[in-house]
């Protein structure tokens, strides 16, 4: 039976579902600036990495931080709070994809790196944004059509390739930093290391708040390791401005070249999987009822604020899986709660302060934490790959001939600088681009388009609004089914959008903590 987005009191009046529910303002700070905490590290670590490896200075890559945290923000909001009909209304944390990474640094690079490559990368974002935007309008048959591409067994397999190409991206920085005088010291590979250790014992721990923020706290004691014993400069810090307000196209005009363009609308067709799965993950710990519509809400939020983020100097946008499971560790399922985290972000993004402390984190340091969420990133598509029969020698040829295809880059990467085109190499010269493109390929050849179980779609109107809310309620014996946060787009497929629904529990429960 269906979820629904209101549920019945006990005098059986419709009562305002748990999404909906607007908590008190003390309670919305502290759940809010949780969430920002939750987020903050991954936020920023995207153009750290990115800046970095185009040889940025530290005043634009301060500016770069700046004006993602400022984007996320906004980003976030449109999710959360919803502008017609975009943005899914689920408390959906909006923040640069991982996926990007590997790409955008291969588009920057091709163009020379510096501020250059930025107007060539931000014209590629603003036009995979734009039609994002403009795909999450396509009729439900062409959208279920389109995404019947991407069942498991690619989901898991282009999760499981970014997690392994971003590996060494993380590895270099434990090292120093390409092309820094000091990379391989053993120094580098001990705050490494040091950073390492530390995030895993508070991972050990198992406390819910200090699993959330590991990795956070893992950056800022490894930095003041660091300065202790000299090896990080804050001497950006009071040169940066108090407040910086990120303006448009504050680089110059964007570029827009084919390539580039092609490279990052393939970047898009993945995270477009990636919010899919979150959608519904996030909606089944809540309780609410997912459809297609839901979907296609959350996508224009992704096409949106992808658009808008290379309009203000920043990236592409995704609903990022840790916040997921923060709602699910927490159980506080108001949207607003996102809302005021938004709020927190845009103004963490008028602090150029705050930003150079960010960018002041050793890349030694930096290189321990990274590492650590790649694998991770990599460990969540093995998860998805895991309800794949890979028995099935034709699956188990996707994902292995696949993975080989993604480390062709970095194995043999004279056969890109050295033997094609350059505007060809920033195309294929990426692990995640062939990757995925092999993964879908293959898919298509063994197995063909998933099945369409449309017509297995939740019900809506009248009918399922006569419906309660499924849930773990007291004193019942139905339990929603839990979906793996950890897995960003393990509900990803065609086949499990149309499975969300279970026995019906007419107990409400209670709205928040």
């Not at 923060?326 to 809302?339: A, D, G, I, N, Y």
């Not at 094609?420 to 294929?428: E, K, P, R, T």
Request: hydrophobic share 55%; aromatic share 8%; charged share 10%.
């Amino acid at each position: 039976m269906a979820r629904v987005a209101a549920r019945l009191s006990t005098d059986g009046k419709q009562s305002t579902h748990p999404v909906d529910e607007v908590l008190p303002l003390p309670k919305l700070a502290l759940y809010g600036f949780q969430h920002v905490l939750a987020f903050y590290a991954g936020a920023v670590i995207v153009p750290i990495i990115v800046g970095s490896a185009l040889k940025l200075s530290p005043e634009q890559l301060v500016y770069l931080i700046n004006a993602d945290l400022f984007t996320c923000g906004i980003a976030s909001i449109i999710q959360a709070w919803g502008i017609g009909r975009i943005g899914a209304r689920l408390p959906l944390i909006q923040g640069v994809t991982f996926t990007a990474v590997s790409p955008m640094i291969a588009i920057g690079l091709g163009a020379g790196g510096g501020t250059a490559a930025l107007l060539v990368i931000y014209g590629a974002v603003i036009t995979a944004g734009i039609a994002t935007f403009a795909f999450a309008w396509l009729p439900a048959k062409a959208f279920r059509t389109v995404m019947r591409l991407f069942p498991p067994v690619v989901t898991g397999t282009v999760i499981t390739v970014l997690g392994i190409v971003l590996i060494p991206v993380g590895l270099n920085d434990a090292a120093g930093g390409l092309g820094s005088p000091d990379f391989g010291e053993p120094k580098n590979f001990a705050y490494a290391g040091g950073t390492m250790l530390f995030i895993l014992i508070l991972m050990k721990l198992g406390k819910p708040f200090l699993s959330s923020i590991a990795i956070l706290l893992g950056l800022v004691v490894g930095t003041g390791v660091a300065f202790l014993l000299g090896d990080a400069k804050f001497g950006d810090v009071g040169n940066s401005d108090w407040i910086g307000v990120t303006t448009p196209f504050h680089f110059g005009v964007p570029k827009f070249e084919w390539f580039p363009i092609v490279l990052m609308l393939i970047v898009m067709l993945i995270t477009m999987v990636e919010t899919t799965g979150d959608t519904y993950a996030v909606g089944d710990i809540v309780g609410k009822e997912v459809d297609s519509e839901t979907v296609a809400r959350a996508l224009r939020a992704d096409g949106a604020a992808t658009a808008l983020g290379g309009v203000l100097n920043s990236f592409p946008y995704v609903a990022f899986a840790e916040n997921v499971g923060l709602v699910r560790m927490t159980k506080v399922k108001s949207r607003f709660v996102v809302v005021a985290a938004g709020v927190f972000m845009i103004v963490l993004g008028l602090l150029p302060k705050a930003a150079a402390i960010v960018a002041a984190v050793p890349h030694g340091v930096l290189g321990g934490a990274a590492t650590v969420m790649f694998a991770m990133v990599a460990l969540a598509g093995i998860q998805t790959l895991g309800k794949v029969d890979l028995k099935e020698e034709k699956n188990a040829l996707i994902v292995g001939v696949s993975l080989a295809f993604a480390l062709l880059p970095a194995t043999v990467p004279v056969f890109f600088t050295k033997h094609m085109d350059a505007d060809l190499s920033s195309l294929l010269n990426s692990g995640v681009t062939l990757g995925a493109t092999a993964a879908i390929v293959l898919n298509l050849i063994f197995n063909g388009l998933a099945a369409d179980n449309a017509h297995d779609a939740p019900e809506t109107g009248a009918q399922a609004l006569a419906e309660a809310e499924v849930g773990t309620a007291p004193g019942s014996g139905a339990t929603a089914p839990e979906v793996p946060a950890a897995v960003p787009a393990q509900a990803a497929s065609p086949a499990a959008s149309a499975e969300k629904a279970d026995d019906a529990d007419p107990t409400p429960s209670p709205s928040a903590p």
